[in-house]
């Protein structure tokens, strides 16, 4: 049975760093695309970056230049890092995952499996 397990979620002062870490079991990883979402209350769900086993990424704009996303060697687990943060960056944040490539990464209509999310929470 596939499973995402995400950490690394913590409360954090504006300008500080956190690293988040999305563990996958139950599936094997041959081609794949994973993704980092977000999502704030009252908000809708947004994309932060995706990748996948041939190691293409992509990013949104809110993250672009502050995060990087990456995986293991294993191919098993992948990272989120986040360094300037601020607080609007505070929401949960969710791992998502596919069996296969994808053209568009950050469409979250293309993921099968979700993570139950590891809280981000960023004060001035």
């Known amino acids: 049975q596939v499973q995402l397990v995400e950490s690394g979620g913590d409360s954090v002062q504006a300008g500080g760093s956190l690293r988040l870490s999305c563990v996958g079991s139950g599936y094997t990883f041959d081609t794949y695309s994973m993704a980092w979402f977000r999502q704030a209350p009252g908000k809708e769900r947004e994309p932060v970056a995706g990748?996948?086993?041939?190691?293409?990424?992509s990013y949104a704009d809110i993250g672009k230049g502050r995060f990087t996303i990456s995986q293991a060697g294993a191919k098993s687990t992948i990272y989120l890092q986040m360094n300037s943060l601020k607080p609007e960056d505070t929401a949960m944040y969710y791992c998502?995952?596919?069996?296969?490539?994808?053209?568009?990464?950050?469409?979250?209509?293309?993921?099968?499996?979700w993570g139950r999310g590891t809280q981000v929470t960023v004060s001035s």
């Open positions: 990748i996948d086993s041939a190691g293409s990424t």
């Open positions: 998502a995952a596919l069996e296969g490539y994808t053209s568009d990464q950050l469409g979250s209509y293309n993921y099968n499996y």
